[in-house]
């Protein structure tokens, strides 16, 4: 499986942004999959995950509200729309995937993709 991150860019604080990463191979309906941040000179930290099957979704305290996580089976991709952007939204968000729900919210995952910049200006 390989994921590959896209969406990232430049954009003005309260703007909205949605990034896509597109997985390559089949999905089973048990995956889980996730996206996390890594800002300048901060750890990575986990944003949202979302079961592929039932499209369950999961957010990390601190990102709920401006954050939406879903998936299209149909075209095997992840999508991760955010609003209200300010500049401390400034991180690469990477893309992840396992089968166990526990292993992607710990930053686990067995599969990674390469990330995408987004930088926010005020």
């Known amino acids: 499986v390989q994921l590959q991150a896209s969406g990232g860019g430049f954009v003005q604080a309260l703007g909205s942004l949605r990034l896509s990463c597109a997985a390559s191979?089949?999905?089973?309906?048990?995956?889980?999959m996730g996206w996390f941040r890594q800002a300048p000179d901060k750890e990575r930290e986990y944003v949202a995950a979302?079961?592929?099957?039932?499209?369950?979704?999961y957010y990390a305290d601190s990102m709920k509200g401006r954050f939406i996580i879903s998936r299209d089976t149909a075209k095997n991709t992840l999508y991760l729309q955010i609003h209200s952007l300010t500049p401390e939204d400034t991180a690469i968000h990477y893309c992840?995937?396992?089968?166990?729900?526990?292993?992607?919210?710990?930053?686990?995952?067995?599969?990674w993709g390469q990330g995408t910049q987004v930088t926010v200006s005020s």
């Open positions: 992840a995937k396992d089968s166990n729900w526990a292993k992607v919210v710990a930053g686990e995952a067995h599969y």
């Open positions: 191979g089949r999905i089973f309906s048990s995956a889980v």
């Open positions: 979302i079961r592929w099957g039932t499209g369950r979704t």
